[in-house]
Structure formats: C-alpha cells, structure tokens
C-alpha cells in the first residue's frame, strides 16, 4: 500500500470509524426509555408471578410481610434501575475498547507512513539494535533499514498505545508548528489516564463512575488521533488525496 493510500485510510479510520462508534452510543442511549419501560413492566410480572406461584413464593421467607412491607412494590423499580446501570456499563465499555481500538490501529499506520516517506529517520529510533556488520554488505544499507523498521512495527503493535504516540513525537517535529482541532489541546498525561481507566471500567466488575464524561474522552481521544495525523502531514508535507477521501477501509 502506497503511503498516501494509508494516509487517507487512517483519515477515513478516524472519521468514519469513530462515527460507527457515536451511533452506537446514540442507538443504545435513544433506545434506552422505551427498553426501560418494557423492562419494569417485565419485573412487575416477575414479582406477580413469585407471588402467585406456590413453588416460587416458597423462596420468600413471608410472602405477606413482602407484600405489605411494600418490597412486592419496589423490587421492579430496584431491577430495572440496577439493569440500566448494567446496561451503561457495558455501552461505556465497548465505547472505549472500540474507539481505543481505533486510535492505537491509526497510530500504528502513522508509524508506518512515517517508514515509507522518510526511513532515514528512523536511525536514531533504532540506533541501539544490534546489528551484524556483514549484513550491511550483504543486504545494503536500505535494505538492511526496511527489514529493522518492519520488526519495529512489529513489536510497536504489541506496544502500549502511548508508545506509539511518543514514537510519532520523535519522528515529527513539525519546527513548532502545530495543529490542532478547535477547542483541543493534546495531553499525554490525560491519554495515559485514559489508557488506564479503559482496563479499568472492562474489570470493574457492574461499578460504573457516573461523574465521568465518557462521550468527551472519546472526542478527546479521536482529537489525539486527528491532531498527530497532522503532525505527520506538517513534517513530511503529506496531503489527502480527494479519491480517497471517505472511502471505507
């Protein structure tokens, strides 16, 4: 694949990709009312049924003081609500896996359009390999460059995400120019904190942390991708080709 090709489709990845990503979330969340409601309706009908059945109310201690106590009562509104709970978990969940998903694939192509334009400078990047000299006879020192690049790209996929980002950084310093989306300023710190906080919600076992806003860290995070696609436009004076705008991978 040509450079500009995969600078387009990391584009496309980062528009497009991150799109699916809001329509899943508004599909879940304009969906959730109507699910709420027929989910109580679901409870009341449970609980009714627990207490008709005589097999099922033998599970209660007092089938009366359930009733009267006002338990029959509350126990579909107390579901209902723990399953909402639930619910937005697990839709702020695969939100972040899919969007982190996203933003590290982008970061990793970055890497490699960086590779194709201008392999040269990614000498210091790999300046401690070890390296047999004979090779550098044997294969020529372009050839020798392309195969240590691609094992680097190789282990940058298994790499953390903020790897890749630094990567970026080294091979694109852009003389102090920089671009970025209206109302975004690239925070590593805050990327790292994200990184962390998308293992932690996938394992935090149905608690979910209402004060966060889940939909802002994901236009940050789609931000951070766009802002370092143009980092990688700025040093090597990659444009978009308009054949290969908003075309899906």
């Known amino acids: 694949m040509s450079p500009d090709t995969l600078f387009a489709k990391i584009f496309n990845r980062l528009t497009i990709g991150w799109h699916e990503v809001e329509t899943f979330r508004k599909i879940g969340k304009y969906g959730l009312p109507d699910a709420s409601a027929q989910y109580y309706v679901e409870q009341e009908d449970f609980v009714a049924e627990l207490i008709a059945d005589e097999n099922l109310s033998k599970c209660l201690v007092d089938v009366k003081t359930f009733v009267e106590d006002g338990h029959a009562s509350r126990t579909p509104d107390f579901l209902t609500k723990s ?4 619910f937005r978990l697990h839709l702020d969940s695969a939100s972040l896996v899919f969007a982190h998903s996203i933003l590290d694939a982008a970061l990793l192509d970055l890497c490699d359009v960086c590779s194709m334009l201008a392999p040269r400078d990614w000498l210091p990047v790999l300046a401690l390999k070890k390296v047999d000299i004979g090779s550098v006879f044997n294969k020529g020192m372009d050839d020798l460059l392309h195969e240590l690049i691609q094992k680097k790209l190789e282990e940058l996929e298994r790499e953390s995400l903020l790897k890749k980002v630094d990567l970026i950084f080294q091979l694109c310093q852009p003389d102090g ?3 970025e989306p209206a109302g ?15 293992h932690e919600i996938v394992h935090s076992n149905g608690k979910r942390d209402d004060s966060r806003d889940i939909d802002a860290d994901l236009e940050f995070m789609r931000n951070c991708g766009l802002h370092l ?10 444009r ?10």
């Open 240 to 249: 978009l080709d308009p054949n290969l705008f908003l075309v899906p991978a």
């Open 83 to 86: 399953a909402i709970s639930v």
């Open 177 to 179: 120019r920089v671009v």
């Open 184 to 198: 975004f300023r690239f925070d590593r710190d805050r990327l790292l904190s994200l990184d962390g906080f998308r």
């Open 229 to 238: 696609w143009c980092h990688v436009n700025l040093r090597y004076g990659i």
